[in-house]
Each structure stands twice: as structure tokens, then as C-alpha cells.
């Protein structure tokens, strides 16, 4: 009589029994592990967005006015300089998780979020030092994939000085500060840092699949299906910073465009053709649905000769720059999405 080498049902009965409680374990160390990463890449988010927020802070607050700081309730009001002869008004608004930048010349209507991730804001004078001020930040994470209660947050203070209200009236510093052109610089650095979220986007999610999961041939479907919603949430995160930027640009100051020597004193009618032409390039830029819709040749035909090319080119770049991190995430996600195909083949 043969040996028989079949299975029997009590072995696989077991055998199942075995796995399941070796998985058991093992699911929970690669919940844990994902948990971490993703706390991790939250923790560096967050801080780059308070540093840039800190940023824009200080760069408008040391131009403000002498003696034009004013505070209500959750709102920090300064003066700027916009002529020899002419102020506006500047202000940020806390409306929690909002902290909201009001330009000159909008009425506030038009605020700029600064972000939308700030847990506490405020705004407290030095006793001790005319001009100097103390910002203090909280910042909240709210990436998808971590509960709630789990967000990591982020304080730090920062120490401001106001600089024609801590210098002395005949100091030639004056002259440096409450200058309209560095007021619209920050626009310009406003700009820039979403051209730096959108990198920051790919460059998160490249380095979290690498770190921490591997070889993306030898995952589960489980494995990549998460991939997938976290390349999902990234894309839309992505997509919600192109009509962001698109609303920067037209919120942008027509005057920012150009060169201050050749508005300052300009006739009334010449004022509004330049005007109509920054508002040309403006829709022009920000009504762009594509990459390949872009061109700078388009740009520069529509352009007057007496604009500040560096202005229109921080504009354009920066939503290159956003569409290059959507093309990016998007080709990582018809990746993935190719290999749960091929995976849910082989069940």
C-alpha cells in the first residue's frame, strides 16, 4: 500500500489557525509603523507652514507706519506706505483654524489665507521696548490618516520689531522701512511658498513609499490600496493649491507688476491702462486649466514693456510648478491603480 501525501483538512484547519495568529501581530507592527511615518511627514508639514507664516509676518509687520499698529479682538491692523502722501491699511484677522491677510486697496473683501491650520495666534507688545512685539503660534496638523486627537502640533514665539515706532525719527534707517515695494515683495514670497508646498507634496509621499513601504512589486493589495488613498488625498491637496494660487493671482495688486518709479505721479488714464494690462496677464495666468495651455511667449506678447518681468515670472513659475507636482502625483497613482489590476487578476 502507497503512503498518501495529500493534505488533510485538520492540517490546513491549522495551518490557518497559525497564520492567523501570526498576522495578527504583524498587522498591528505595520499599522504602527504607518501610523509613525505618517505622523512624522505631518510634524515636518506643519512646521514649514508655521516658518512661512512666521515669514510673512515678520516681513509685513517691520514696514508698518509709526504709531498705526492697532488691535481688536482677533484683528492686527498696520498702516503701509503706498505714496509719499498715501497709507493703507494691512491686517490679519484669527478666525480659528483661519488666520486671514487683508490687502490695501481690497475694502476686506478679498483676504488672503495665510493658512488654515493655526490653533492659537497672537499678538503681544513688549512693556519693556517701544515697537517690539511677540507672535505666538500654535499650529495643527490635519492630515488625512491620523485621528483627530493624534494631530501633531507645533508652537513657536517669535520676537518682531516694528521699526519706525523702536528708531528714533532722524535714524536713516526710516528710509528703508514702510516701503511699498517690500510689501509687495511679500506677495511675491506668498507666491513662492506654494511653488514650495507643491514640491513638498511629491517629495512626502516619494520619501514615505520608499521608507516605509519598500519594493511596491512585493505589496498586498491591502498595502497598495492604502498607497492609493493617501496619492488620492495628496492629489486633491494638490488640486486645492492650483485654485488657491489661481485666486493669489487675481487678488494680486495690479501695481505689484510694475515698477513704483512709474506709477508714483502718473496721469489718472495712464494709471488705468496699466491697470487693464496687469489685469490682462492676471486672468491670463490664473485661467489656465493645463500645463500644456501654459506658455511664456503668450505671456511676454501680452506683457507691457515697462512691467517688472521678475513679478509675471514668480506668477507663472509658480503654477508651473503646481501642475509639474499634479502631472507627478497623478502618474504615481495610474501606477498603483495598474498594479491592483494586475494583483486582483491573480485571486
Do not use: C
Amino acid at each position: 500500500m502507497k503512503n498518501s501525501k495529500a493534505i488533510s483538512l485538520v492540517e490546513i484547519m491549522i495551518t490557518i489557525a497559525l497564520l492567523g495568529v501570526i498576522s495578527i501581530p504583524l498587522y498591528y507592527v505595520l499599522e504602527e509603523s504607518n501610523k509613525r511615518a505618517n505622523i512624522t511627514m505631518a510634524r515636518d508639514n506643519i512646521k514649514q507652514e508655521a516658518n512661512k507664516v512666521l515669514s510673512l509676518l515678520e516681513n509685513d509687520m517691520t514696514q508698518a507706519r509709526k504709531g498705526s499698529y492697532k488691535e481688536n479682538g482677533n484683528d492686527y491692523t498696520i498702516k503701509v506706505r503706498v505714496s509719499d502722501k498715501k497709507e493703507e491699511e494691512l491686517m490679519y484677522s484669527f478666525d480659528k483654524p483661519k488666520l486671514l491677510r487683508y490687502l490695501p486697496k481690497k475694502n476686506h473683501k478679498a483676504p488672503l489665507l495665510v493658512s488654515n491650520k493655526v490653533d492659537k495666534f497672537e499678538i503681544n507688545e513688549s512693556l519693556n521696548s517701544t515697537g517690539t512685539m511677540v507672535i505666538s503660534l500654535v499650529m495643527k496638523s490635519d492630515l488625512p490618516g491620523i485621528k483627530p486627537d493624534e494631530q501633531p502640533t507645533y508652537e513657536q514665539e517669535k520676537i518682531i520689531v516694528r521699526m519706525e515706532d523702536a528708531t528714533d525719527k532722524n535714524d536713516p534707517h526710516w528710509r528703508e522701512v514702510g516701503d511699498v515695494d517690500k510689501f509687495f515683495n511679500t506677495e511675491g514670497n506668498l507666491l513662492a511658498g506654494l511653488k514650495e508646498d507643491a514640491t513638498k507634496i511629491v517629495q512626502d509621499f516619494t520619501g514615505e513609499w520608499a521608507d516605509t513601504m519598500g519594493d511596491v512589486s512585493n505589496m498586498t493589495i491591502d498595502n497598495l490600496m492604502d498607497v492609493k488613498k493617501d496619492l488620492l488625498a495628496n492629489l486633491k491637496e494638490a488640486k486645492q493649491n492650483l485654485t488657491d494660487i489661481n485666486q493669489q493671482i487675481k487678488d494680486l495688486d495690479w501695481e505689484a507688476l510694475y515698477d513704483r518709479s512709474g506709477i508714483v505721479g502718473s496721469v489718472f488714464g495712464a494709471n488705468k491702462r496699466k491697470r487693464k494690462s496687469a489685469n490682462k496677464i492676471k486672468d491670463l495666468v490664473s485661467g489656465w486649466k493645463t500645463k500644456e495651455e501654459m506658455s511664456w511667449q503668450k505671456v511676454k506678447n501680452t506683457a507691457r514693456s515697462d512691467m517688472k518681468e521678475e513679478a509675471i515670472k514668480a506668477m507663472y513659475d509658480a503654477k508651473a510648478q503646481l501642475f509639474d507636482g499634479q502631472a507627478q502625483l497623478e502618474e504615481n497613482l495610474k501606477t498603483i491603480e495598474n498594479l491592483i489590476g494586475s494583483e486582483t487578476k491573480k485571486l
